[in-house]
Protein backbone atom coordinates (compact mmCIF):
# COMPACT_ATOMS: atom_id res chain seq x y z
CA UNK A 1 0.00 0.00 0.00
CA UNK A 2 1.57 3.48 -0.81
CA UNK A 3 1.42 6.21 1.45
CA UNK A 4 -1.48 8.44 0.36
CA UNK A 5 -3.82 4.71 0.28
CA UNK A 6 -2.30 4.24 3.68
CA UNK A 7 -2.90 8.07 5.23
CA UNK A 8 -6.51 7.37 3.65
CA UNK A 9 -6.94 3.89 5.35
CA UNK A 10 -6.02 5.58 8.77
CA UNK A 11 -8.40 8.34 9.02
CA UNK A 12 -10.96 6.36 8.04
CA UNK A 13 -10.22 3.82 10.76
CA UNK A 14 -9.79 6.74 13.27
CA UNK A 15 -12.51 9.20 12.56
CA UNK A 16 -14.31 8.21 15.31
CA UNK A 17 -11.53 8.69 17.74
CA UNK A 18 -10.12 12.58 19.00
CA UNK A 19 -6.10 11.76 16.98
CA UNK A 20 -4.01 14.87 15.95
CA UNK A 21 -3.00 15.19 12.89
CA UNK A 22 0.58 15.16 14.36
CA UNK A 23 0.00 11.56 15.24
CA UNK A 24 -1.58 10.31 12.65
CA UNK A 25 1.52 11.51 10.87
CA UNK A 26 3.32 9.85 13.58
CA UNK A 27 1.70 6.65 13.12
CA UNK A 28 2.56 6.86 9.44
CA UNK A 29 6.04 7.38 9.75
CA UNK A 30 6.09 4.33 12.40
CA UNK A 31 4.11 1.86 10.33
CA UNK A 32 6.37 2.09 7.43
CA UNK A 33 9.81 1.41 9.55
CA UNK A 34 11.24 -2.07 8.39
CA UNK A 35 13.69 -4.02 9.68
CA UNK A 36 17.16 -4.03 8.33
CA UNK A 37 18.35 -7.07 6.71
CA UNK A 38 21.14 -9.04 8.63
CA UNK A 39 24.32 -10.13 6.19
CA UNK A 40 25.71 -13.45 6.61
CA UNK A 41 29.10 -13.20 8.01
CA UNK A 42 32.09 -15.08 6.68
CA UNK A 43 34.74 -14.83 4.18
CA UNK A 44 34.91 -11.46 1.79
CA UNK A 45 32.70 -11.14 -0.42
CA UNK A 46 32.80 -10.15 -4.13
CA UNK A 47 31.22 -7.24 -5.56
CA UNK A 48 29.21 -9.42 -7.94
CA UNK A 49 27.85 -10.73 -4.70
CA UNK A 50 27.41 -7.83 -2.76
CA UNK A 51 25.86 -5.08 -5.08
CA UNK A 52 22.06 -6.10 -5.29
CA UNK A 53 21.60 -7.95 -2.09
CA UNK A 54 19.85 -6.14 0.43
CA UNK A 55 21.97 -7.55 3.50
CA UNK A 56 24.24 -5.48 1.94
CA UNK A 57 22.62 -2.01 2.55
CA UNK A 58 24.68 0.35 0.98
CA UNK A 59 25.44 4.65 2.17
CA UNK A 60 27.92 7.47 1.13
CA UNK A 61 30.00 8.28 3.20
CA UNK A 62 32.07 11.47 4.25
CA UNK A 63 33.62 11.56 7.59
CA UNK A 64 34.45 15.27 7.86
CA UNK A 65 33.71 16.81 10.92
CA UNK A 66 34.77 20.89 10.60
CA UNK A 67 33.77 23.16 8.24
CA UNK A 68 37.01 22.74 6.32
CA UNK A 69 38.43 19.32 4.75
CA UNK A 70 41.70 20.42 5.78
CA UNK A 71 40.79 18.89 8.75
CA UNK A 72 41.28 15.34 8.21
CA UNK A 73 39.62 12.71 10.40
CA UNK A 74 41.53 10.78 12.26
CA UNK A 75 41.10 6.79 11.92
CA UNK A 76 39.73 6.53 15.63
CA UNK A 77 36.61 9.22 14.29
CA UNK A 78 36.32 6.83 11.26
CA UNK A 79 36.51 4.02 13.42
CA UNK A 80 33.53 5.16 15.43
CA UNK A 81 31.05 6.10 12.67
CA UNK A 82 32.23 2.70 10.73
CA UNK A 83 30.68 1.31 13.91
CA UNK A 84 27.68 3.25 13.76
CA UNK A 85 27.21 2.18 10.22
CA UNK A 86 27.50 -0.66 10.88
CA UNK A 87 25.25 -1.08 13.56
CA UNK A 88 22.71 0.38 10.56
CA UNK A 89 23.26 -2.95 8.84
CA UNK A 90 25.30 -1.09 6.18
CA UNK A 91 28.07 -3.16 4.66
CA UNK A 92 29.09 -1.43 1.94
CA UNK A 93 29.86 2.67 2.00
CA UNK A 94 30.93 5.07 -1.26
CA UNK A 95 33.93 7.55 -0.96
CA UNK A 96 34.44 10.09 -3.75
CA UNK A 97 38.40 10.95 -3.99
CA UNK A 98 41.17 9.41 -3.20
CA UNK A 99 43.73 13.09 -3.65
CA UNK A 100 43.52 13.29 0.41
CA UNK A 101 43.59 11.45 3.53
CA UNK A 102 40.48 10.91 3.81
CA UNK A 103 39.81 7.37 2.07
CA UNK A 104 43.11 5.71 3.06
CA UNK A 105 42.37 6.30 6.62
CA UNK A 106 38.86 5.21 6.18
CA UNK A 107 40.16 1.87 4.68
CA UNK A 108 42.86 1.38 7.48
CA UNK A 109 39.34 1.72 10.06
CA UNK A 110 37.83 -0.60 8.44
CA UNK A 111 40.98 -3.07 8.59
CA UNK A 112 41.51 -2.03 12.26
CA UNK A 113 38.13 -3.01 12.93
CA UNK A 114 38.18 -6.14 10.96
CA UNK A 115 41.11 -6.92 13.05
CA UNK A 116 39.70 -6.30 16.59
CA UNK A 117 36.18 -8.61 15.98
CA UNK A 118 36.32 -10.91 12.88
CA UNK A 119 32.78 -10.05 12.94
CA UNK A 120 32.72 -6.91 11.37
CA UNK A 121 32.11 -6.31 7.40
CA UNK A 122 32.42 -3.41 5.72
CA UNK A 123 33.26 -2.94 2.39
CA UNK A 124 34.50 0.20 -0.24
CA UNK A 125 33.49 1.59 -3.56
CA UNK A 126 36.81 3.87 -3.80
CA UNK A 127 35.97 6.67 -5.54
CA UNK A 128 38.22 8.40 -7.94
CA UNK A 129 37.93 12.13 -8.67
CA UNK A 130 38.37 13.05 -12.36
CA UNK A 131 38.48 16.60 -13.42
CA UNK A 132 38.66 18.40 -16.83
CA UNK A 133 42.12 20.77 -17.22
CA UNK A 134 41.70 24.11 -16.11
CA UNK A 135 39.22 23.02 -13.45
CA UNK A 136 39.19 24.91 -10.06
CA UNK A 137 42.05 27.10 -11.09
CA UNK A 138 40.55 30.11 -12.11
CA UNK A 139 40.44 29.89 -15.50
CA UNK A 140 38.18 28.73 -18.08
CA UNK A 141 37.79 24.88 -17.99
CA UNK A 142 38.73 23.28 -21.00
CA UNK A 143 35.90 20.39 -21.04
CA UNK A 144 37.47 18.67 -24.36
CA UNK A 145 40.94 18.00 -22.21
CA UNK A 146 41.23 16.41 -19.34
CA UNK A 147 43.44 17.55 -15.80
CA UNK A 148 46.97 16.53 -15.67
CA UNK A 149 45.60 15.21 -11.98
CA UNK A 150 43.99 12.42 -12.92
CA UNK A 151 46.62 10.14 -13.90
CA UNK A 152 48.13 10.21 -10.60
CA UNK A 153 44.27 10.17 -8.52
CA UNK A 154 43.95 6.69 -11.14
CA UNK A 155 47.43 5.30 -9.60
CA UNK A 156 46.27 5.97 -5.72
CA UNK A 157 43.17 3.96 -6.79
CA UNK A 158 44.81 1.39 -7.91
CA UNK A 159 47.42 1.49 -5.14
CA UNK A 160 44.61 1.31 -2.42
CA UNK A 161 42.29 -1.20 -4.15
CA UNK A 162 46.04 -3.60 -4.15
CA UNK A 163 46.62 -2.40 -0.36
CA UNK A 164 43.08 -3.25 0.97
CA UNK A 165 41.71 -5.82 -1.53
CA UNK A 166 39.56 -7.86 0.92
CA UNK A 167 37.59 -4.06 1.52
CA UNK A 168 37.53 -2.15 -1.75
CA UNK A 169 35.45 -4.06 -3.89
CA UNK A 170 34.58 -1.38 -6.75
CA UNK A 171 36.38 1.37 -8.10
CA UNK A 172 33.93 4.44 -9.71
CA UNK A 173 36.28 6.34 -12.34
CA UNK A 174 34.69 9.96 -11.69
CA UNK A 175 31.48 11.66 -9.79
CA UNK A 176 28.99 13.41 -11.60
CA UNK A 177 31.89 13.83 -14.22
CA UNK A 178 30.29 13.91 -17.36
CA UNK A 179 26.53 15.80 -16.62
CA UNK A 180 26.96 18.91 -18.58
CA UNK A 181 25.68 20.90 -15.51
CA UNK A 182 29.11 20.49 -13.72
CA UNK A 183 30.11 23.49 -15.13
CA UNK A 184 33.16 23.30 -12.97
CA UNK A 185 35.39 20.47 -13.77
CA UNK A 186 32.85 18.23 -16.35
CA UNK A 187 34.25 15.90 -18.86
CA UNK A 188 33.61 14.34 -22.05
CA UNK A 189 32.62 10.12 -21.98
CA UNK A 190 35.72 9.18 -23.96
CA UNK A 191 38.36 10.45 -20.75
CA UNK A 192 36.06 8.53 -18.57
CA UNK A 193 36.50 5.52 -20.70
CA UNK A 194 40.00 6.00 -21.21
CA UNK A 195 40.48 5.28 -17.65
CA UNK A 196 37.91 2.15 -17.02
CA UNK A 197 39.27 0.60 -20.09
CA UNK A 198 42.70 1.20 -18.24
CA UNK A 199 41.33 -0.02 -14.80
CA UNK A 200 39.89 -3.37 -16.71
CA UNK A 201 43.41 -3.63 -18.55
CA UNK A 202 45.04 -3.75 -15.11
CA UNK A 203 42.37 -6.85 -14.18
CA UNK A 204 43.66 -8.77 -17.49
CA UNK A 205 47.15 -8.29 -16.65
CA UNK A 206 46.76 -9.74 -12.93
CA UNK A 207 47.88 -6.07 -11.20
CA UNK A 208 44.13 -6.20 -10.23
CA UNK A 209 42.00 -8.70 -9.21
CA UNK A 210 39.78 -9.87 -11.55
CA UNK A 211 36.64 -9.65 -9.41
CA UNK A 212 37.20 -5.78 -8.78
CA UNK A 213 34.36 -4.24 -10.57
CA UNK A 214 35.07 -0.61 -12.58
CA UNK A 215 32.08 1.87 -12.85
CA UNK A 216 32.02 4.96 -13.39
CA UNK A 217 29.27 7.28 -10.53
CA UNK A 218 26.74 9.62 -12.72
CA UNK A 219 23.75 11.56 -13.17
CA UNK A 220 20.71 9.42 -14.67
CA UNK A 221 20.96 11.85 -18.01
CA UNK A 222 24.71 11.11 -18.27
CA UNK A 223 24.08 7.47 -18.98
CA UNK A 224 21.56 8.52 -21.52
CA UNK A 225 18.14 8.29 -19.53
CA UNK A 226 17.67 11.78 -20.70
CA UNK A 227 18.69 14.58 -23.60
CA UNK A 228 19.74 13.29 -26.54
CA UNK A 229 22.97 15.39 -26.36
CA UNK A 230 24.29 12.83 -23.99
CA UNK A 231 23.87 9.96 -26.79
CA UNK A 232 27.19 10.08 -27.88
CA UNK A 233 29.66 7.17 -28.94
CA UNK A 234 32.16 7.51 -25.87
CA UNK A 235 29.05 6.66 -23.78
CA UNK A 236 27.75 3.72 -25.82
CA UNK A 237 31.20 2.30 -25.55
CA UNK A 238 31.58 2.78 -21.68
CA UNK A 239 28.59 1.16 -21.17
CA UNK A 240 30.42 -1.94 -22.20
CA UNK A 241 33.36 -1.17 -20.26
CA UNK A 242 32.24 -0.77 -17.31
CA UNK A 243 31.04 -3.63 -14.76
CA UNK A 244 27.72 -2.43 -14.07
CA UNK A 245 26.29 1.37 -14.00
CA UNK A 246 25.94 3.49 -11.29
CA UNK A 247 23.46 6.20 -11.33
CA UNK A 248 22.23 8.98 -9.63
CA UNK A 249 18.45 10.69 -8.97
CA UNK A 250 17.55 13.47 -6.91
CA UNK A 251 14.15 13.96 -6.81
CA UNK A 252 14.54 16.73 -4.16
CA UNK A 253 16.61 18.88 -6.28
CA UNK A 254 13.99 19.01 -9.33
CA UNK A 255 11.24 20.00 -6.39
CA UNK A 256 13.35 23.27 -8.24
CA UNK A 257 14.49 22.34 -11.33
CA UNK A 258 11.86 20.52 -13.13
CA UNK A 259 8.98 20.77 -10.22
CA UNK A 260 5.73 19.68 -12.09
CA UNK A 261 5.66 16.42 -10.46
CA UNK A 262 5.71 18.17 -7.27
CA UNK A 263 2.55 20.85 -8.58
CA UNK A 264 0.44 19.94 -5.57
CA UNK A 265 -1.60 22.59 -5.05
CA UNK A 266 -3.97 22.31 -7.62
CA UNK A 267 -5.50 19.03 -5.98
CA UNK A 268 -8.52 18.93 -4.76
CA UNK A 269 -8.97 21.66 -1.77
CA UNK A 270 -9.83 19.11 1.03
CA UNK A 271 -6.67 17.63 1.05
CA UNK A 272 -5.52 17.36 4.78
CA UNK A 273 -1.29 18.85 5.25
CA UNK A 274 -0.24 14.75 6.01
CA UNK A 275 -2.14 13.80 2.63
CA UNK A 276 -0.34 16.57 0.27
CA UNK A 277 2.71 15.43 1.81
CA UNK A 278 1.93 11.78 1.07
CA UNK A 279 1.23 12.50 -2.20
CA UNK A 280 4.36 14.41 -3.06
CA UNK A 281 7.01 11.78 -1.51
CA UNK A 282 5.22 8.75 -3.61
CA UNK A 283 5.30 11.10 -6.51
CA UNK A 284 9.16 11.72 -5.72
CA UNK A 285 9.71 7.85 -5.54
CA UNK A 286 8.15 7.52 -8.67
CA UNK A 287 9.95 10.16 -10.20
CA UNK A 288 13.35 8.36 -8.75
CA UNK A 289 12.05 5.35 -10.20
CA UNK A 290 11.49 6.71 -13.82
CA UNK A 291 14.75 8.18 -14.07
CA UNK A 292 16.08 4.59 -13.55
CA UNK A 293 13.83 2.98 -16.21
CA UNK A 294 15.07 5.96 -18.21
CA UNK A 295 18.39 4.39 -18.52
CA UNK A 296 17.59 0.88 -18.21
CA UNK A 297 15.22 1.91 -21.79
CA UNK A 298 18.33 3.70 -23.37
CA UNK A 299 21.03 0.39 -22.07
CA UNK A 300 18.51 -1.54 -23.96
CA UNK A 301 18.54 0.29 -26.97
CA UNK A 302 21.83 0.06 -27.47
CA UNK A 303 22.44 -3.39 -26.83
CA UNK A 304 23.75 -3.51 -23.65
CA UNK A 305 23.01 -5.39 -20.48
CA UNK A 306 24.67 -4.94 -17.48
CA UNK A 307 23.50 -4.39 -13.70
CA UNK A 308 22.12 -1.32 -13.23
CA UNK A 309 22.50 -0.22 -9.38
CA UNK A 310 21.72 3.46 -7.66
CA UNK A 311 25.49 5.31 -6.90
CA UNK A 312 23.49 8.50 -5.20
CA UNK A 313 19.96 9.55 -3.92
CA UNK A 314 19.06 11.82 -1.09
CA UNK A 315 16.71 14.05 0.60
CA UNK A 316 18.20 16.98 2.33
CA UNK A 317 16.14 17.65 6.24
CA UNK A 318 17.10 21.31 6.05
CA UNK A 319 17.65 24.14 3.35
CA UNK A 320 17.14 27.74 3.66
CA UNK A 321 17.52 27.96 -0.32
CA UNK A 322 15.84 26.65 -3.47
CA UNK A 323 14.28 23.64 -1.26
CA UNK A 324 13.39 25.67 1.61
CA UNK A 325 10.66 27.67 2.93
CA UNK A 326 10.53 30.48 0.40
CA UNK A 327 11.55 27.54 -2.37
CA UNK A 328 9.81 24.48 -2.97
CA UNK A 329 9.20 23.24 0.47
CA UNK A 330 11.02 20.32 0.27
CA UNK A 331 13.38 19.76 2.96
CA UNK A 332 12.69 18.55 6.48
CA UNK A 333 13.54 15.52 8.57
CA UNK A 334 9.95 14.09 7.92
CA UNK A 335 10.16 14.12 4.14
CA UNK A 336 13.86 13.26 4.16
CA UNK A 337 12.64 9.92 6.71
CA UNK A 338 9.65 9.03 4.22
CA UNK A 339 12.23 9.29 1.13
CA UNK A 340 14.33 7.46 2.61
CA UNK A 341 12.16 4.38 3.72
CA UNK A 342 9.83 4.57 0.45
CA UNK A 343 13.75 4.35 -1.76
CA UNK A 344 15.28 1.32 0.46
CA UNK A 345 11.94 -0.18 0.49
CA UNK A 346 11.71 -0.23 -3.30
CA UNK A 347 15.45 -0.86 -3.76
CA UNK A 348 15.56 -3.74 -1.62
CA UNK A 349 12.77 -5.69 -3.01
CA UNK A 350 14.03 -5.09 -6.58
CA UNK A 351 17.72 -5.99 -6.43
CA UNK A 352 18.63 -2.91 -6.40
CA UNK A 353 21.87 -0.94 -4.08
CA UNK A 354 21.23 2.34 -3.78
CA UNK A 355 23.99 4.58 -2.32
CA UNK A 356 21.89 6.59 0.10
CA UNK A 357 23.70 10.14 0.31
CA UNK A 358 24.56 10.40 2.84
CA UNK A 359 25.51 9.09 6.35
CA UNK A 360 26.28 11.94 8.28
CA UNK A 361 26.05 15.91 7.91
CA UNK A 362 29.27 17.38 6.31
CA UNK A 363 29.32 21.56 7.27
CA UNK A 364 31.74 21.99 4.52
CA UNK A 365 29.84 21.28 1.43
CA UNK A 366 28.95 24.95 1.71
CA UNK A 367 30.85 26.16 4.43
CA UNK A 368 29.85 29.89 3.86
CA UNK A 369 26.04 29.16 4.25
CA UNK A 370 25.74 26.90 7.55
CA UNK A 371 22.28 26.58 6.51
CA UNK A 372 22.17 25.70 2.81
CA UNK A 373 21.01 22.22 2.07
CA UNK A 374 24.10 20.73 1.24
CA UNK A 375 25.29 20.41 4.81
CA UNK A 376 22.05 18.96 5.74
CA UNK A 377 21.93 15.01 3.30
CA UNK A 378 22.83 13.34 6.74
CA UNK A 379 20.84 10.55 8.36
CA UNK A 380 22.83 11.98 11.40
CA UNK A 381 23.79 15.41 12.38
CA UNK A 382 27.57 16.47 12.77
CA UNK A 383 27.42 16.10 16.34
CA UNK A 384 25.51 12.65 16.12
CA UNK A 385 22.11 13.49 16.77
CA UNK A 386 20.17 10.72 14.79
CA UNK A 387 17.76 12.59 12.89
CA UNK A 388 13.93 11.20 12.27
CA UNK A 389 14.48 8.77 9.99
CA UNK A 390 16.59 6.78 12.85
CA UNK A 391 14.37 7.65 15.72
CA UNK A 392 13.19 3.95 16.29
CA UNK A 393 16.76 2.51 15.72
CA UNK A 394 17.79 4.62 18.82
CA UNK A 395 14.42 3.53 20.55
CA UNK A 396 15.68 -0.16 19.87
CA UNK A 397 19.23 0.44 21.39
CA UNK A 398 21.04 0.30 18.39
CA UNK A 399 23.75 2.56 19.33
CA UNK A 400 23.69 1.79 22.70
CA UNK A 401 27.32 2.21 23.81
CA UNK A 402 28.35 3.82 20.68
CA UNK A 403 29.22 7.43 20.12
CA UNK A 404 30.52 9.90 17.64
CA UNK A 405 32.93 12.68 18.85
CA UNK A 406 32.74 11.16 22.62
CA UNK A 407 28.66 12.23 22.68
CA UNK A 408 25.96 9.55 22.37
CA UNK A 409 23.70 8.80 20.09
CA UNK A 410 20.76 10.89 21.14
CA UNK A 411 17.58 12.26 18.86
CA UNK A 412 16.89 15.12 17.12
CA UNK A 413 14.44 17.44 18.87
CA UNK A 414 14.70 16.35 21.72
CA UNK A 415 12.62 13.27 20.45
CA UNK A 416 9.68 15.21 21.04
CA UNK A 417 7.80 14.39 17.69
CA UNK A 418 4.73 17.64 17.86
CA UNK A 419 8.21 20.12 18.08
CA UNK A 420 9.68 17.73 14.88
CA UNK A 421 6.12 17.89 12.91
CA UNK A 422 6.26 22.21 13.85
CA UNK A 423 8.98 22.17 11.11
CA UNK A 424 7.51 20.33 8.06
CA UNK A 425 7.27 22.17 5.16
CA UNK A 426 3.96 21.52 3.07
CA UNK A 427 4.31 21.90 -0.57
CA UNK A 428 3.66 24.41 -2.28
CA UNK A 429 2.76 25.15 -5.72
CA UNK A 430 2.79 29.34 -5.93
CA UNK A 431 6.44 28.74 -4.12
CA UNK A 432 7.93 26.40 -6.42
CA UNK A 433 7.63 28.55 -9.26
Not at 209 to 222: G, M, P, R, V
Not at 303 to 309: F, M, R
Request: net charge negative; proline share 3%; hydrophobic share 40%.
Amino acid sequence: MNAANYIKSLLTSLRCHPVSLITISFLLMMSCKDEKPVATLGSSKTAQEILGDPAYRAISYGGYRMSSRDHQPSVEELKEDMLLLSALGIKLIRTYNVKLAHAGNVLQAIKELKEEDARFEMYVMLGAWIDCKYAWTGQEPDHDQESEANEAEIARAVELSKAYPDIVKIIAVGNEAMVKWATSYYVQPDVILKWVQHLQDLKETGELSKSLWITSSDNFASWGGGDSIYHVPALNQLMEAVDFISLHTYPMHDTHYNPDFWDLASGPSNHSDSLIIANAMDASLKYAQNQFQSVANYMRSIGVNKPLQIGETGWASSSDGHYGNEGSRACDEYKQALYHDAIRAWTDEAGISCFFFEAFDEQWKDAQNPKGSENHFGLFTIDGAAKFVLWDEVDQGLFNNLGRGGKAITKTHQGLIDTLMKTVLIPSQKLAE
